[in-house]
């Protein structure tokens, strides 16, 4: 089952990335259905599927339903390029690629899946590992530090862009932990001093400095925290 995902999903891969220059997204998104680029791509994805299935015909009914899935779901995509996030449509587009990979996976190599897979105490302590790290820290971080107001240039920086890095440098620190790899705080921790050295050499108030050392110590100790517990209750499981 495993193995016969990986080679549908190699072929999405080489399809989708891989042979796709540049000047057939331009073209396609231009001329849409009139674009020869568009039946190129198709073509490729056949032939790929056929390639990486060393043109094992038993599989054949699981390629045409996932190349003509794929020209419907990059047709739909076309037309709705302008009216939705693009963002959005490329996260649906590659996600609903995946779900008929799965689906004809399925179809050949048939695997009952519990729901009480989802239910696994360890999984359940996962997610709410993974929930405390992004959103709850990011709240008590707010909280913690909203005695001290900085004003801030706004135009200087991308809009919630220090949430989001605080949220991943959090995932980071939490996975070297689950995974025992401590010295790869100490990097994260080194690489972020780098990019916060030219902001802190610039400051001329001190508040800057001390503003981001205390944001920087909490998000870490947070995350830290979290994966000793996490490491600490999944023993007693």
Same mark, same amino acid.
């Given at each position: ?5 990986? $080679? ?22 231009? !001329?849409?259905? $009139? #674009? ?15 390639? /990486?299935? &060393?043109? @094992? ?6 390629? +045409?339903?996932?190349? %003509? ?8 995509? %076309?037309?709705?390029?302008?009216? /939705? ?7 649906? @587009? ?9 689906? /004809?996976?399925? =179809? ?6 519990? =729901? ?10 996962? =997610? ?9 820290? #990011?709240?008590?971080? $707010?909280?913690?530090? #909203? ?12 809009? @919630? ?11 980071? /620190? ?13 990097? +994260?921790?080194?690489?972020? #001093?780098?990019? !916060?050295?030219? @902001?802190?050499?610039?400051? $001329?108030? !001190?508040?800057?400095?001390?503003? =981001? ?14 994966? %000793?517990?996490?490491?600490?209750? &999944? &023993?007693?499981?």
């Amino acid at each position: 089952m495993i193995v016969l995902f990986i $080679k549908l999903f190699l072929a999405h891969l080489i399809g989708d990335f891989l042979l796709q220059p540049t000047k057939w997204v331009e073209d396609k998104e231009h !001329r849409k259905l $009139k #674009s020869k680029y568009l039946y190129f791509h198709i073509a490729i994805h056949f032939i790929a599927l056929l390639v /990486v299935l &060393q043109f @094992d015909f038993n599989y054949i009914w699981g390629i +045409l339903i996932i190349t %003509l899935s794929h020209f419907v779901i990059d047709t739909i995509k %076309l037309y709705l390029n302008t009216k /939705v996030n693009s963002r959005w449509l490329f996260c649906l @587009d590659q996600l609903t690629h995946l779900i008929i990979i799965a689906c /004809v996976v399925a =179809i050949y190599e048939p695997r009952s899946i519990s =729901i009480d897979t989802f239910y696994n105490t360890t999984f359940l302590l996962l =997610i709410c590992s993974i929930i405390f790290v992004t959103v709850v820290s #990011s709240v008590i971080m $707010k909280i913690i530090i #909203s005695k001290w107001q900085l004003e801030e240039n706004n135009e200087a920086s991308l809009k @919630d862009a220090g949430a989001y890095i605080g949220m991943l440098e959090r995932l980071f /620190v939490f996975l070297f932990i689950v995974m025992n790899f401590w010295s790869g705080i100490g990097f +994260l921790i080194t690489a972020k #001093s780098v990019f !916060r050295f030219g @902001d802190l050499s610039k400051a $001329k108030d !001190r508040k800057l400095t001390e503003y =981001i050392l205390i944001g920087t110590l909490l998000s870490f100790g947070l995350a830290i925290c979290c994966g %000793l517990v996490f490491n600490y209750l &999944q &023993q007693l499981i």
